[in-house]
């Protein structure tokens, strides 16, 4: 499955690195979100954008910063992460907005591990 | 307001044998509800969907799910597993206003298949 693809699909970082995680949908939909995935842990949404347009924001620390340029790519600036950031984060995609009419799809994830 | 249990977090069975996973759902108003497949290593997949008519849902790789609104349920089988469905699967649902409901997910079920 190529239609979301995720870079890079794993990083390590110290606490006080700046690093981003960026996300390409080929499939013409308008809505993009960012979910952490942990261990024993249901799946956790970030960020929703619509139509380039931050909609959602679920109390994310301010350590983590989206950006939308186009309704193709998505971005997850990080900075000064804490080691319980350790997670897998994935980029998704949808024709509207939290998949109700249709699915998500997911890209394969960027591993993160913050030492 | 929704919300999803997925009872089990692992499930063993052998080759050959049914596949049950348990899900339970709790909804104001009609769900949506989706069942997602995540292989090592990948993002999640969308394995098939409830929205409405028919109460049984067929999806790929030969699972299928019913839903059933007195049980609040929408169990997840197959009927004869294969080593290639292993993988962790989530049950997920949703209202039916997209800009007001949030796809919500389980903590997820680890399927394991042994020879």
């Known amino acids: 499955e190529t239609g979301v693809t995720q870079t890079p699909r794993h990083l390590v970082m110290g606490m006080t690195n700046k690093k981003s995680l960026k996300c390409e949908q080929h499939l013409g939909h308008n809505a993009m979100y960012w979910y952490k995935q942990s261990a024993k842990k249901p799946l956790e949404l970030m960020f929703v954008?619509?139509?380039?347009?931050?909609?959602e924001n679920n109390s994310v620390p301010s350590r983590f910063s989206p950006e939308c340029p186009n309704s193709s790519h998505l971005f997850l600036h990080l900075h000064t992460l804490q080691p319980e950031d350790s997670a897998l984060y994935l980029c998704?995609?949808?024709?509207?907005?939290?998949?109700?009419?249709?699915?998500?799809?997911f890209g394969p994830g960027t591993r993160l591990t913050v030492t | 307001a929704q919300s999803v249990t997925q009872l089990g977090s692992h499930v063993s069975v052998s080759e050959g044998a049914l596949v049950l996973l348990r899900c339970n759902y709790s909804?104001?108003?009609?769900?949506?509800l989706f069942w997602y497949v995540q292989y090592p290593n990948q993002g999640l997949q969308l394995l098939l969907k409830?929205?409405?008519?028919?109460?049984l849902v067929k999806g790929i790789n030969g699972f299928e799910a019913e839903f059933k609104k007195s049980e609040t349920s929408f169990h997840l089988t197959k009927p004869s597993a294969h080593m290639s469905d292993a993988a962790e699967y989530f049950c997920?649902?949703?209202?039916?206003?997209?800009?007001?409901?949030?796809?919500?997910f389980g903590t997820g079920t680890r399927l394991q298949v042994f020879p």
């Open positions: 954008y619509s139509l380039e347009e931050r909609v």
């Open positions: 997920a649902v949703t209202g039916r206003s997209y800009n007001t409901d949030k796809l919500i």
């Open positions: 909804s104001s108003v009609p769900p949506y």
């Open positions: 998704a995609s949808s024709q509207e907005p939290h998949g109700s009419r249709g699915p998500l799809y």
């Open positions: 409830y929205t409405t008519g028919a109460t």
